[in-house]
């Protein structure tokens, strides 16, 4: 059974950076188009990022230049590198397998001074 497992969230002040890890055990993400989703208090969950095949990549407007989505077929992990961060990308971070349709259990991030 595939299980993604994030991991890195916690509370930061605005201007720092975390980096959020997506560990995927019982299967293969590395030719896998995977996702990192967002969900803020209130709101509805969100794309942030894609990586594809090949490496492509892509990202809404309001965390391009700040976030970086890369992969570790190695570690079988794909990881999401948050600078400048700003309190409105607080939230809980969910990690999503695209094709294979499975979430991870999501990891909070809170940005506040």
């Known amino acids: 059974q595939v299980q993604l497992v994030e991991s890195g969230g916690g509370l930061v002040q605005p201007g720092e950076s975390l980096r959020l890890s997506c560990a995927a055990s019982?299967?293969?993400?590395?030719?896998?188009?995977m996702a990192w989703y967002r969900q803020a208090p209130g709101k509805l969950r969100e794309l942030v990022t894609l990586?594809?095949?090949?490496?492509?990549?892509n990202y809404v407007d309001s965390v391009k230049g700040r976030f970086t989505i890369s992969r570790d077929n190695a570690q079988n992990t794909v990881y999401l590198q948050m600078n400048s961060l700003t309190p409105e990308d607080t939230g809980v971070y969910y990690c999503?397998?695209?094709?294979?349709?499975?979430w991870g259990q999501g990891t909070q991030v809170t940005v506040s001074s």
């Open positions: 990586i594809g095949e090949g490496g492509w990549t």
């Open positions: 019982g299967g293969s993400v590395s030719d896998a188009v």
């Open positions: 999503h397998w695209e094709g294979a349709r499975i």
